[in-house]
């Protein structure tokens, strides 16, 4: 039986996970950049787990074959091709809220007076102190956006 082969997504998934542990400082940028021509390349599961064999977690998470996918032995009479799963049926790695928030900062820091405007509005402008909530936000996210390479 020969190794499994990966796809597309598979390689993005790989190359995500590589990103990840770039921003955080395992991987300097030689290897890096090694590391993810080797993932963007790669044809079988085995090249995309030994890139990832000296690292921690995130490691990519690549679906299962199911078993009515796989054609079984004596099988070679179907006349349909087996069904691929759904771009949105495979795995994503999961990311800590504040990796989300931080690649998204520049558009939060430029909502959140708008959301204290709607604050204020609301509350009859009864609590003014809402905007002093903006710096506080804006340096928030400002903090979530370098600490996670946003």
């Known amino acids: 039986m020969g190794e499994l082969r990966i796809g597309d997504r598979e390689r993005e998934l790989a190359m995500a996970a590589l990103d990840e542990h770039r921003r955080e400082g395992r991987l300097e940028a030689s290897e890096y ?22 690292l921690p977690a995130p490691h990519p998470v690549f679906p299962r074959a199911r078993p009515d996918e796989e054609p079984g032995p004596g099988s070679g009479t179907s006349t349909a091709a087996p069904a691929s799963p759904a771009r949105e049926e495979l795995p994503e790695l999961v990311t800590p809220i504040g990796a989300r928030l931080g690649r998204h900062a520049g558009l939060l820091s ?15 402008l009864r609590f003014p102190q809402v905007f002093l909530l903006v710096p506080v936000a804006i340096g928030l996210l400002a903090y979530l956006g370098h600490k996670h390479g946003g």
């Open 110 to 124: 430029a909502l959140a007076p708008v959301f204290a405007v709607v604050l204020l509005v609301v509350t009859g």
């Open 33 to 54: 950049a090694e590391r993810s021509a080797i993932a963007s390349t790669a044809r079988v599961r085995s090249e995309i787990d030994a890139l990832f064999a000296d």
